[in-house]
């Protein structure tokens, strides 16, 4: 039973995080894909690149729903508490690699902080917050989204945050760290812009 319910909020999860709102939001706004410039991905960002400001805040509002809805449902319903982070790592994975939008999606973070805020909201500022710093101080997103990966779960661990949102960070973490290792050494004009293009934001 516990089997079955694993695999039913592990579907659900993939389902939820694969629904590319960037790619779909985009693409009734201005006809183009949001993946043909920019990171290539399907981001808040590259919406905002393409379609404006607030449609890259409509779709940052949908990447937080997506991952919030699931890992609440498993939290709230599943027969067991490893289920919980089972549902998390699913969204992200579905959000990198959706089956909607032949397996090209986004990075994950704003969906990653929904998973986070369905079981905490302490950790979910938290997370930010480190997201912010090692940005500010790297100046490379990518390579501070890889450490802020890494790094959430081992401060939540350190705040004494150990229970399901430890787990639940420790899962979302490692799928976010993996995922902008692409981007490792990807050229940012202004922290997360490119440098060689110069993007008008519409």
């Given at each position: ?13 993939y ?28 981001t ?35 027969p ?26 986004g990075?994950?973070l704003?969906?990653a ?7 905490s909201?302490?950790?979910f500022?938290?997370?930010?917050a480190?997201?912010i ?5 790297i ?8 450490f802020?990966g890494i ?8 705040m ?14 490692l799928v ?20 060689k ?5 519409k």
């Amino acid at each position: 039973m516990i089997i079955f319910s694993a695999l039913g909020f592990a579907l659900l999860g993939y389902i939820s995080g694969a629904l590319p709102f960037a790619v779909w939001v985009t693409r009734l706004i201005t006809g183009a894909d949001v993946r043909d410039s920019g990171s290539g991905h399907a981001t808040t960002t590259n919406t905002i690149r393409r379609a404006g400001f607030g449609p890259g805040v409509a779709v940052l509002l949908l990447d937080l729903a997506k991952g919030f809805l699931p890992t609440y449902l498993a939290l709230k319903y599943s027969p067991a508490t490893f289920i919980v982070p089972v549902t998390a790592a699913f969204v992200i994975i579905g959000h990198c690699w959706p089956v909607f939008a032949q397996f090209r999606g986004g990075m994950g973070l704003a969906s990653a902080g929904g998973c986070l805020l369905a079981v905490s909201l302490l950790a979910f500022l938290t997370a930010a917050a480190i997201l912010i710093v090692l940005t500010l101080a790297i100046r490379h997103s990518a390579r501070a989204s890889v450490f802020t990966g890494i790094a959430v779960a081992p401060v939540l661990w350190l705040m004494s945050q150990r229970g399901i949102e430890f787990w639940v960070a420790v899962a979302v973490g490692l799928v976010i760290a993996y995922r902008f290792l692409i981007d490792w050494n990807r050229q940012y004009r202004e922290l997360w812009l490119d440098r060689k293009n110069r993007i008008v934001l519409k």
